[in-house]
């Protein structure tokens, strides 16, 4: 079916860029233990001295504690999140799904990000593996590790290597559709155990390996006993009990979930690392304006935040808005180069070939105005994004190029292509509500301003609309916007948004209009395998020019790390390359 679209027009545009803006302008005048483990076989790394997971020397934004009577909840905290868990299970978590978060504070991976950036610390295995201390083989290929002694899960049962080759097998096993086991099945050849080192064969070399597969939530791992004890493994079928409990060696045990409402984690004392200092309950809050409320009068300590509206909490006694970094998620407008024009909204007159045409793209790029949607849509808490590599990124430097707002060269761009006398029209799926529609609102004037022959027309859905539609194929719009997935490593980001048979390339058909398709898959693919960092950065940094002059999207901005909490909050920080919420509670004390 067909999508209903909503047409805006120039005046409501304006008005709400206006309002957004007024906003911002109205805001700014507005006053751990070290363990090391010795491996059983002399093939294994060595033990790494890098603090376990729950390192609180990490930059914080506020240490010094307040008098208790000024903290609200003491001994607990409260965290508003926007949506609930569908599964709890690491076997049947999608990715980018509410149950990353329990699982993240709940279980443990081998290896673990830290809290400063993207480096990554020892977690159950005593040692990130490395060519240097030998976890790595020389064909980057297999991958050794050291499993942690003395590790204790939440039913008392003890952690071996043998038990984390269950837990990824059991992933493999199970293959749940709605999981995220396809990430292992894709790369992993074989698992095995040496002595007390968890073995992992590849079928090729992947760069991104450790720090987008082994830190990933199917690669959690699960006690062996526990899972026996309540429905074992069973091909293809989900396990009940794990869907929705938990057991792991992580900081903290569930206390219970009590769904659409809340979910409580309790400090679990036999942790092996540096306990957490806080119980957690996190609270099922949707609505934006209730979370803020919420976090005025200090029932939350912390709450999901969005750029549209921190202009309601600046400046507000008690509370700190931490945006130090970026997130890992740039806003995208995806211009379709597999346009059907009998599938295409009434009224759109946009050819099938419209954006085979690089100029096209180019003139898209040039004509956007970037100003307004990072001051408006995000508040001024965000950026533009060099053309392809978003800040914080692996290979991201401050000199590479990205569009800038040129209407000179976008009107020259559209009259070389032959559409500036004629003009077009065409609609832009959205999500309603938020930073998308905004951009999609500013896309709309930046085009209907700079000549009155271009209309565009924001076509404003519910989100279960919009997803139905960004999955369908062929995709019935000639556009669409929403933000990229929040990769760890530029090998999967390219592998799914620039490559030209990849996720997005085979949807879009990127094909019908990359000037040297080859040559750019040839390079995204001697990327994800080089085992040599110094040459990835140089291959991503010349497929950031060589995107520049034949972009496959429009980048209206990222946003940065943000997060509203109270004040009193002691150690605060967030990782984007952790799960969403992008918080390590076991981090925290107030």
């Not at 991958?143 to 039913?155: A, K, L, M, Q, S």
């Not at 996190?282 to 979370?291: C, G």
Request: aromatic share 10%; glycine share 8%; net charge negative.
């Amino acid at each position: 079916m067909r999508t209903r679209t909503n047409r805006f027009s120039r005046f409501h545009l304006l008005l709400i860029v206006a309002v957004v803006l007024s906003l911002v302008a109205a805001a700014c005048s507005s006053d751990d233990s070290t363990e090391t483990s010795a491996p059983s076989a002399t093939t294994a790394p060595s033990s790494d001295t890098t603090a376990p997971s729950t390192d609180t020397t990490a930059p914080s934004t506020d240490t010094t504690a307040p008098p208790d009577d000024d903290v609200n909840n003491p001994g607990v905290y409260v965290h508003a999140a926007d949506d609930d868990p569908l599964s709890l299970d690491p076997a049947g978590v999608a990715a980018g799904e509410a149950g990353e978060t329990i699982i993240l504070q709940t279980y443990d991976r081998l290896v673990e990000i830290g809290p400063g950036g993207p480096d990554l610390i020892p977690g159950l295995s005593t040692a990130v593996p490395t060519v240097e201390n030998g976890g790595i083989s020389a064909d980057g290929l297999t991958y050794t590790f050291p499993i942690r002694e003395g590790v204790t899960f939440h039913d008392g049962s003890t952690l071996t290597a043998d038990v984390v080759k269950f837990s990824w097998d059991r992933a493999l096993e199970m293959d749940l559709p709605e999981g995220n086991s396809s990430i292992l099945a894709d790369l992993v050849d074989s698992t095995s155990v040496d002595g007390n080192n968890f073995v992992v064969t590849l079928k090729d070399r992947n760069a991104a390996f450790l720090n987008s597969v082994v830190t990933a939530a199917v690669a959690s791992i699960v006690s062996q006993e526990g899972v026996e004890a309540n429905g074992g493994v069973v091909a293809g079928q989900p396990n009940e009990f794990f869907s929705s409990d938990v057991i792991g060696s992580g900081p903290y045990t569930l206390g219970a979930w009590n769904r659409g409402e809340n979910i409580q984690l309790d400090v679990f004392d036999d942790y092996w690392g540096e306990p957490a200092k806080l119980d957690v309950r996190i609270e099922q809050v949707p609505d934006d304006d209730v979370r803020t409320l919420g976090l005025r009068a200090g029932d939350f300590d912390s709450i999901e935040t969005d750029p549209t509206f921190v202009t309601d909490i600046e400046g507000a006694e008690g509370v700190t808005i931490f945006a130090e970094g970026w997130l890992l998620e740039p806003v995208h407008i995806g211009l379709n180069l597999d346009i059907r024009e009998d599938l295409l909204p009434d009224g759109d007159t946009v050819p099938a070939d419209f954006f085979h045409d690089p100029r096209v793209r180019r003139a898209f790029n040039y004509a956007f105005n970037y100003d307004n949607f990072v001051e408006g849509g995000l508040s001024g808490q965000g950026g533009v994004v060099p053309h392809y590599l978003p800040q914080g990124m692996l290979a991201y430097d401050d000199s590479l190029p990205r569009f800038e707002t040129d209407l000179a060269e976008a009107e020259r761009l559209f009259t070389e292509a032959g559409w500036w006398d004629d003009g077009f029209e065409m609609t832009v799926l959205v999500e309603e509500g938020g930073i998308f529609e905004v951009a999609g609102l500013v896309l709309k004037d930046s085009l209907e301003s700079l000549n009155p022959n271009f209309r565009i027309n924001v076509a404003a859905v519910v989100e279960v609309q919009f997803d139905d539609a960004h999955a369908a194929v062929p995709f019935e719009y000639a556009t669409w916007i929403k933000n990229a997935d929040p990769f760890a490593d530029p090998a999967a980001l390219f592998a799914a948004y620039i490559h030209p048979d990849g996720e997005w390339g085979d949807v879009h058909k990127f094909r019908n209009g990359y000037q040297d398709a080859d040559g750019i898959a040839a390079l995204i693919e001697e990327a994800a395998v080089s085992v040599d960092t110094d040459r990835r950065v140089e291959i991503y940094q010349e497929l950031t020019q060589l995107l520049f002059d034949d972009p496959m999207w429009v980048i209206p901005g990222n946003e940065k790390a943000l997060m509203a909490h109270r004040s009193w909050v002691q150690n605060f920080t967030m990782n984007p390359l952790w799960p969403r919420p992008s918080l390590k509670f076991a981090l925290f004390d107030k």
